[in-house]
């Protein structure tokens, strides 16, 4: 899925929703402790594995092998540079996101620099699916993947994805 | 002309005419082409030094140098038709006789494609298992060419199921190709320069050497021909001239590359070439180099990069080591080729059957994966044919190959210097070189470059006996085979409009055009609406679910059919409706017949459904997406791709919509904020 250059189409401006709900924000689930800079030429499976070892679950080898069987079905990209793996696990009480950016100014635009891994309970698809919505609805403000690859700081990011989601 | 009765009978069908498309950066639109393009690399070399002798690389970076020029004549003909297509740009200029024919050719290519790719796999991983063994004391010796043979069909066969399924081209895939061919490519280039170094530069000779085989019917002649006049040297360009084949992917990845289109085009084209040139160029003189000449044409003309590796310095574990990897990634690009071949053609045959000029039953969908299924079939049991015929013999193949390549490209070229005249709407951008004398302009340039390109077609006519017989033949079947089918075409059309006017079956499809959708321009009156996509006439269980639920009072239902299109099958047009859509339609006005209820029917391009569900979803505010089962993914993925989705068009704020996924006997039903 590659739908992030929406600014290219002609389209109405959708008029009032039929009724308005409250979405979830992604910075809510969103703790620096699990953001993690890596440097260029890190193999993605070592990559997930650091991301998945840093959220507060008990298995953490049960939800590498989910994220990693969910991968072989597909991974899901929005836009090049994002990859936002995941799984759905029994037990978790709520959404579980660690975030990983590759600082390697010189990869290809193509290349996915931005990984949203985040756990869901498997009892929960309403979240589950909610939190897809808003994850690729924060995508979509403009200059958000250039801004945060220039990040250095975990907290940083924190407040940059809160600057984004405020303005919403 | 439509008569009074048709007009009555026609449904009226909503056709969004922006389509909505997503788009790809020049980086990947240049990773789609060169897995066509520079896979080349890996059997050019052999081809040409067998037909010219050891001046093969000098022809092969005059191909390549050539081949920027060629891509020139691409970037004029996308900048004024969106899908630049060889067929359209033909058909645009010469009419369709003359674009069938060229087309005819193209399929040749594309026929081609496959079998030269696969079978140079098979010639490239028997070498490295041959080389091997010996190493490991196992004393076998694997048939290549037999060996080749079976790798190929099995390799033709597991892509056409892949396309029977309609697994969607990937642009993900070339690039992680592209990035293991780059890294190849940098380290044969590093360490063949070292090799040179230590063992001396010994540039090949620019004269090349012509025999019966490279002369073709022109051998009687051959103590008149030059090797280093213009006949001479047209010839050896003919013969390396398949290093270029591939170009044609460039036009197919314009309709999907991201804005600022043509300058992005341009980006990919120059990616191209220079790719092509440090690859292809280099590594054929580094072959020529290297490898002594005493084994490079007796053990390594199929396998040329293998017995390149095997001659560089250093120890032999870690040659060996680069061998198996060269052979990989040879693997991996060649295969891809294939995959390639077979969706090139179908596009090109899809676009053909949009035109009604193919038999109406290759054109039915697949009853499950709603593929071309049968276009797919047909390209791959010529593919299998060829790769039998041609008994794992690679210089046969390259040598049948060209045919195809080079007059595609003559059309092309002819039809682009045509257009000049013809059609005198402003350029977005022109080949160059163009000289006015008062307001007549000449296109030197683009002259200069048909020139070129048909005097090596002609001189390949006469010297390339095979590509001449079995491509000539190919052509005319399929010509042949095109002319017949728009005539029966043309003969049923008249018999259903006939028909039609008495009650036929299938609903004439009217198109109410409409560029920015909203409920109001719709057709929406009532307060609710919910959408329903469907795209199988066979599967319309969630329709009929979702029609005998609803309120009518309240509520419109708007049902969308996504004409779906990416990479290489968005050289189709897509604001037509086939035979099938209108079956399609005819069948969703029947189930709200039958349930008595009104539907709005829209149509809309696409190269992303899930984003196409959603945007139209958003547009019109609706409150329920009704989909049925789709036949790649599992309920939750598809639950999942259309919540991303929904996620990209919604605004911040937040907005629900319903989710419900139906199939016989059970549904998946979800809010989405």
Known sequence: MKWFKRSDMKHSHGGAPAGSVKILLVSDYLSEKSIYFFSSGVPKEEMLFKLVSSLPIPDHSLALNAVLEREKMGGTIVDSAISIPHARLKGLKTIELSVGIVDDPAAPKDQARLFFLFLSPREDTKIHLHFLSSLSSLFQAEGFVEALLSLKAPHEVVQKIRQIEKGI | METISNKKTARNVILVTTAMLSFISFWRAAAIVLCDIASTVYYIGGIAEHAIGKAAPWFILGVMLFAYTVRAIYIESCGMFVRGGVYRVVKEAMGGTIAKLSVSALMFDYVLTGPISAVSAGQYLVGLLNTTFPRFHISLQLPSNLFAIFFAI??????????????????????????????????????????????????????????????????????????????????????????????????????????????NLKRAAFIVFMYCLLLTALGSFFAIMIIPDSVRMSQYSDNLLSGLTMYLIGPEPLRLLFQAFVVFTGFLILAGAVNTSIIGSNGVLNRLG?????????????????????????????????????????????????????????????????????????????????????????????????????????????????????????????????????????????????????????????????????????????????????????????????????????????????????????????????KEEEKLFTKIIAEAEKIGHSVIPLYVPSNDPFYAMARVAFDLEAEELVVGRSGKFDPEIQMEQIALAWGAVRPMSGRPLRIRIIWEGAEFKEDVA
Request: one cysteine or more; proline letters at 5%; glycine letters at 6%.
């Open chain 2, 354 to 578: 949009e035109d009604g000029i193919l038999p109406e039953f290759l054109r039915r969908p697949h009853p499950r994966f709603g593929t071309s299924s049968r276009l797919i079939d047909l390209t791959v049991i010529l593919q299998l044919i060829t790769i039998i015929l041609c008994q794992g013999n690679i210089y046969v193949l390259g040598e049948a190959y060209a045919f195809g390549v080079i007059w595609s490209f003559v059309f092309k070229a002819l039809a682009v210097v045509i257009l000049r005249y013809k059609d005198k709407t402003p350029r977005e951008w022109k080949v160059p070189l163009n000289f006015h004398i008062g307001k007549t302009e000449f296109p030197f340039g683009l002259a200069s470059i048909f020139a070129v390109l048909f005097l090596t077609a002609s001189l390949n006519l006469v010297t390339k006996q095979v590509a001449t017989i079995s491509g000539t033949i190919f052509t005319v079947v399929f010509f042949a085979v095109f002319v017949g089918s728009e005539k029966v075409h043309m003969k049923k059309h008249r018999k259903e409009s006939l028909e039609m006017q008495h009650g036929g079956h299938t609903d004439r499809v009217n198109l109410n055009r409409l560029d920015v959708l909203n409920p109001k321009d719709c057709g929406c009156t009532k307060p609710r609406r919910i959408l329903v996509a469907v795209r199988d006439p066979n599967n319309l269980t969630h329709l009929g679910k979702a029609l005998s639920e609803i309120d009518e009072e309240t509520t419109d239902v708007v049902v969308m059919t996504s004409k779906v299109a990416t990479g290489l099958y968005l050289e189709g047009d897509l604001t037509q409706t086939t």
């Open chain 2, 154 to 263: 099995a390799v033709t066969i597991y892509f056409w199921w892949q396309n029977v399924k309609g697994i969607p081209e990937s642009s993900d895939k070339a690039l992680k190709i592209m990035a293991c061919t780059t890294v190849m490519g940098v380290i044969i280039i590093i360490w063949s320069v070292a090799t040179l170094w230590v063992r001396g530069v010994h540039l090949p000779p620019f004269a090349p050497v012509f025999n019966k085989e490279s002369l073709g019917w022109l051998y009687p002649l051959k103590d008149r021909i030059k090797p280093l006049g213009l006949i001479g040297i047209t010839i050896a360009f003919g013969h390396s001239l398949l290093a270029m084949s591939g170009e044609e992917t460039l036009a197919q990845v314009y309709r999907e590359i991201e804005a600022p289109k043509l300058k």
